[in-house]
Nanobody, 122 residues
Framework: QVQLVESGGGLVQAGGSLKLSCAAS????????MGWFRQAPGKEREFVAQ????????YYGDSVKGRFTISRDNTKNTVYLQMNSLKPEDTALYYC???????????????WGQGTQVTVSS
């Protein structure tokens, strides 16, 4: 089992920045690819970013490419999502997820956090 706890969400004005954190506990964090997904009310869960177990490879959804950066610190069992140039359409509940073969597909992840709310005002 892997337990995931997100933090760092909040209310920010358009153009602002936020940094989300996801702390993991349980099994060996560095075994897992990590992902961030988001879900807005009435919409399907959307892939945001993925980072490989080593941190050497990252992958982003088209809507956040160039604005968001995923990173991880395996010594702290934590994955981060730096979000810059935020837009109102980035408003959603943001989830982190862990999967041995995690990629851009939600079904490839085995463990999920409870989510942290990000609200971007115009």
């Amino acid at each position: 089992q892997v337990q995931l706890v997100e933090s760092g969400g909040g209310l920010v004005q358009a153009g602002g920045s936020l940094k989300l954190s996801c702390a993991a506990s349980g099994r060996t964090f560095s075994d897992y690819n990590m992902g961030w997904f988001r879900q807005a009310p009435g919409k399907e869960r959307e892939f945001v970013a993925q980072i490989s177990w080593s941190g050497h490879s990252t992958y982003y959804g088209d809507s956040v490419k160039g604005r968001f950066t995923i990173s991880r610190d395996n010594t702290k069992n934590t994955v981060y999502l730096q979000m810059n140039s935020l837009k109102p359409e980035d408003t959603a509940l943001y989830y982190c997820a862990a999967g041995l073969h995690g990629n851009n597909l939600a079904r490839k992840y085995d463990y999920w956090g409870q989510g942290t709310q990000v609200t971007v005002s115009s």
